[in-house]
């Protein structure tokens, strides 16, 4: 955008989202790793604006929350006249005295939206004499949106919506987007005249195309290149929708960017995760937050990452990992549970039926199998024989438990933190350590083993035991 006309941004966000029959208001609805109203947030801020300002009224605390810490981003209240008329009316009263530049006015219910339809759209709007112009689209199925109706000569003539449209009108498949750029003076002038005489008895936006035709003013229409972007999320269906067409954008960008993705349909990838070249991705994966993944790294199937750190050529396979921090050539799964604080060093291995929770592996340390390792520090080196636990919790506190370098325990071993294991030390099978280990000390703690002999013959005299027994006494 070369033009240096002063921009103001309004964001409707004030509205129930009544057809999406949830608590949680329609624009905090999360899709790809941002709600709604976080992804045209998102998308606002590249803009060049003076004033971002977001309409809010139901459950206006928590929406508002969203936009504390955003600079420039200050929320307006709605009173209690409906529409997205009054909504606008409301943010160009709060904008500076005198504000005469232009006003994008965007949905926080239509996600999908990009920058550079944005840019082009006020590109377009500068160029011409018009004093509105308006995203459209033209769909399949146009049920729900706002319809544009031209005039013989094909220009914009007004817009009508779903609900006082006639048969002919909703016949007409290209819709009214919701995002629109007015000339800030004839947008306060219009929306004086807009009234409630309609089906839903609101204050409509969309009147002002209307009367500002009837004051002999021009309004565009830019259709979109490509009529997914215009989605309006108002239920269920279209989030789900909306969900599936941004994550493909995200899968094609990655791929894009020299990332292997097997199976597009079921790997999930959030806007704010981030990936290097060479990354393998296998089905059913699920790459979510603020995730990092380094080069030459290989996830799934099957897999879960939430705000994790991925280091080079680790392999991750059918895990579960939330706050984790897997180290470069590091080995996890199949099936293992990282938990937050889970740090896993270079080479670290983390098995089967694995689960670790704010925990340190040392560099090629291994937890091979069915073990529980929280609060716990291990040195390098370090191999724990299977079905390893540490007993953390003494029911009213949580206690570390530290492994030094080299140590090689047993199976069937529990840590009773707190508790220490010197350099090189080791455990026998089925150890209960309580009491710290030295270094390069042996730990026994279970009783010798003693046999009974003929106690079988004895106590259980004609059972299936005592014939096999006693059969292979005979063969002895
Ligand atoms: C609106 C448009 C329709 C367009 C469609 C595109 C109007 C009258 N209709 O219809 O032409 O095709 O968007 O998606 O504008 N909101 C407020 N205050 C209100 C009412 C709504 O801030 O009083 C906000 C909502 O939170 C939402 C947005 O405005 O983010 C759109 O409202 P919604 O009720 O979803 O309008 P649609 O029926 O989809
Ligand atoms: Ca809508």
Sequence with gaps: ??????????????????????????????????TLLGHVLHTAQQLPASDVRVVVRHERDRVVQV????????????????GTGRAVQLAVQALPDGFDGDVLVLSGDVPLLDVDTLAALLDEHRST???????????????????????????????????????????????????????AASLRDSLAQVTTANAQGEMYLTDVVRLLRAAGRQVAARAARDARIALGVNDRVQLSEAAAILNARIVNH??????????????????TATLAQDVTILPNTHILGAT?????????PDTSLVDCEVGENAVIRRADATLAVIGAGANVGPYAYLRAGAELAAGAKVGTYVEIKNSQIGEGSKVPHLSYIGDTTIGRGVNLG?????ANYDDIHKHRTEIGDEVHTGSHN?????VKLGAGAKTGAGAVVRKDVPAGALALSVAPQRNVEGWVEKNRAGTAAADAAARAQSAE
Excluded at 155 to 181: L, P
């Design 1 to 34: 955008m070369t033009d240096n006309t002063a921009l103001a941004i309004v964001i409707l966000a004030a509205g129930q989202g009544t057809r999406m029959r949830s608590s949680l208001p329609k624009v905090l609805h999360p899709i790809g790793g941002r």
């Design 254 to 271: 990655w791929q894009r960017q020299g990332v292997t993705i097997q199976d597009p349909a079921t790997t999930w990838i959030d806007d």
């Design 386 to 390: 299977a079905g390893a636990i540490t």
């Design 67 to 82: 936009l504390e810490d955003i600079p420039g981003v200050e929320a307006v209240d709605q009173d209690e006249i409906p």
């Design 129 to 183: 004499a018009a004093e509105a112009t308006l995203l459209s689209a033209t769909l399949d199925d146009p049920t729900g949106y706002g319809r544009v109706i031209r005039d013989a000569d094909g220009s914009v003539a007004r817009i009508v919506e779903q609900k006082d449209a006639s048969d002919e009108e909703a016949a007409v498949a290209e819709i009214n987007a919701g995002v629109y750029v007015f000339r």
């Design 414 to 418: 529990v840590f009773v933190a707190p």
């Design 292 to 300: 990092t993944v380094a080069e030459g790294a290989k996830i799934g």
